[in-house]
């Protein structure tokens, strides 16, 4: 028999490593050729690790959630005949359509760790027979005389409710505890106290989420600026041309409009289309518009990004708004379609308050925060009239974006979205 070495490989132009998200087969475990063995994340996407030989898996490289280098031991195989290794610059990993990130060299074998339920109760000590459970923890507040009577009977105090001042234990209240035979008054029925907790370890996309958000709140000056706008025109829009619409075309939403106000906007002012490399102190304007969509998937925040904008019409935009969205949710959107935005929209729909403020996506200089539109009275200098009314939450980075800009920005997307028309109007 011999001993196969499968090593991590290389999973993508510049990436040194990766993190183990996934382990599909364990020590002892047999395994045939092309068999899944594991998957690793990348800053980009999730790659699965097939196996190029048949055997018995004698030993794993990592732990999930450990980042892995490239070219390090990943599995060990027991083979029949001469052992060997995989070269891991050749491999050939299948790239699965998430956002994700992978371990560390020489780890102990060990099988994929799950989350660890820990169970936080501690029996207290008793005395004279008398059970007592550490379930309130503070001092209790009781006389000098009251504590003597609870130890000579064993009592611990903190489990004696008060009735007195403040929540003082009275002579009286140890004597219906002892009555009850040294137990804690009952607790209603269905109110139990829960002690346990989960202990979840960060991996896979949400640890890639926990990154980037540090990275761009640690790194970006934020400024968010606020504005309301009225929708009443917009959705008269919508609604007729959804009405309109042919069999072939998909619903509109506010979010092509907002995709189309933006090209318009940003042709005013080209600075918010941009990224900042702030360790070479390069700013960098963009003249396509590749809008990020912040969306929300079984697995986590991933931002999908329409291409192009600027050459796409209402319709266009929803099509493939709609079409990023599905592979964002059901995890087969490719790299190229997570990568490469150069401002980004973020929306939570009808769960979208009143004012949020949104986190940019970094290297970019720009996200605009969609919030919920409701029905709000307005004075028209006469009386007040039901308006629809939708708030906008627009994050800048200060230290590329002025406040004067930003809210010019904000102020030009309000004027295209309250006369909608604009929107269509040819520069």
């Known amino acids: 028999m011999g001993e196969f070495v499968i090593k991590m490989p290389d999973v993508g132009e510049g990436v040194a490593e990766a993190e183990l998200v996934e382990w599909h087969v364990k020590p002892g475990d047999p395994v045939r050729e092309d068999m899944i063995l594991a998957a690793v994340m990348t800053d980009k996407a999730t790659v699965e690790i097939p196996s190029p030989v048949n055997g018995t898996v004698l030993w794993l490289g990592a732990e999930i959630g450990d980042t892995v280098a490239v070219k390090a031991p990943l599995v060990r195989i027991e083979i029949a005949g001469e052992g060997a290794e995989t070269p891991a610059a050749e491999e050939k990993p299948t790239a699965?359509?998430?956002?994700?990130?992978?371990?560390?060299?020489?780890?102990?074998?060990?099988?994929?760790?799950?989350?660890?339920?820990?169970?936080?109760?501690?029996?207290?000590?008793?005395?004279?027979?008398?059970?007592?459970?550490?379930?309130?923890?503070?001092?209790?507040?009781?006389?000098?005389?009251?504590?003597?009577?609870?130890?000579?009977?064993?009592?611990?105090?903190?489990?004696?409710?008060?009735?007195?001042?403040?929540?003082?234990?009275?002579?009286?209240?140890?004597?219906?505890?002892?009555?009850?035979?040294?137990?804690?008054?009952?607790?209603?029925?269905?109110?139990?106290?829960?002690?346990?907790?989960?202990?979840?370890?960060?991996?896979?996309?949400?640890?890639?989420?926990?990154?980037?958000?540090?990275?761009?709140?640690?790194?970006?000056?934020?400024?968010?600026?606020?504005?309301?706008?009225?929708?009443?025109?917009?959705?008269?829009?919508?609604?007729?041309?959804?009405?309109?619409?042919?069999?072939?075309?998909?619903?509109?939403?506010?979010?092509?409009?907002l995709m189309r106000a933006l090209v318009k906007a940003i042709a005013d002012l080209p600075g918010v289309n941009a990224t900042f490399d702030d360790g070479a102190g390069i700013i960098s304007r963009h003249h396509a518009v590749h809008i990020g969509i912040a969306t929300q998937t079984p697995a986590g925040l991933t931002v999908p990004v329409v291409r192009h904008a600027e050459a796409r019409g209402i319709w266009d935009c929803a099509v493939e708004l709609n079409r990023l969205a599905e592979a964002a949710r059901t995890g087969t959107a490719t790299r190229d379609e997570l990568t490469g935005s150069t401002i980004t929209i973020s929306s939570l729909g009808a769960l979208g308050g009143i004012v949020s403020t949104p986190v940019i996506n970094h290297p970019e200089v720009a996200i605009v925060g969609v919030n919920k539109l409701a029905?709000?009275?307005?004075?028209?200098?006469?009386?007040?009239?039901?308006?629809?009314?939708?708030?906008?939450?627009?994050?800048?980075?200060?230290?590329?974006?002025?406040?004067?800009?930003?809210?010019?920005?904000?102020?030009?997307?309000?004027?295209?979205?309250?006369?909608?028309?604009?929107?269509?109007?040819?520069?």
């Open 96 to 257: 699965k359509a998430e956002e994700k990130p992978a371990p560390k060299a020489g780890a102990p074998a060990v099988a994929p760790s799950q989350p660890a339920k820990v169970d936080a109760k501690a029996a207290a000590p008793a005395k004279s027979g008398v059970h007592v459970a550490p379930e309130r923890l503070e001092k209790a507040l009781a006389s000098p005389a009251v504590r003597l009577r609870a130890r000579e009977s064993g009592v611990d105090l903190r489990q004696v409710t008060g009735t007195g001042p403040a929540g003082r234990i009275t002579h009286d209240d140890l004597d219906q505890f002892l009555a009850r035979g040294a137990q804690p008054a009952a607790v209603p029925a269905g109110l139990v106290r829960k002690t346990a907790i989960d202990e979840i370890k960060v991996t896979g996309l949400r640890r890639r989420i926990a990154e980037k958000m540090t990275l761009s709140t640690s790194r970006i000056p934020h400024i968010t600026y606020v504005e309301e706008v009225d929708m009443t025109a917009l959705e008269d829009l919508r609604t007729t041309m959804n009405r309109d619409r042919k069999p072939d075309q998909p619903k509109l939403t506010i979010l092509p409009y």
């Open 375 to 427: 029905v709000r009275p307005v004075w028209d200098g006469a009386q007040f009239v039901p308006r629809k009314i939708m708030n906008l939450s627009s994050s800048f980075d200060h230290r590329v974006i002025d406040g004067w800009d930003a809210a010019t920005f904000v102020q030009r997307l309000k004027t295209l979205l309250e006369t909608p028309a604009l929107i269509f109007v040819e520069a």
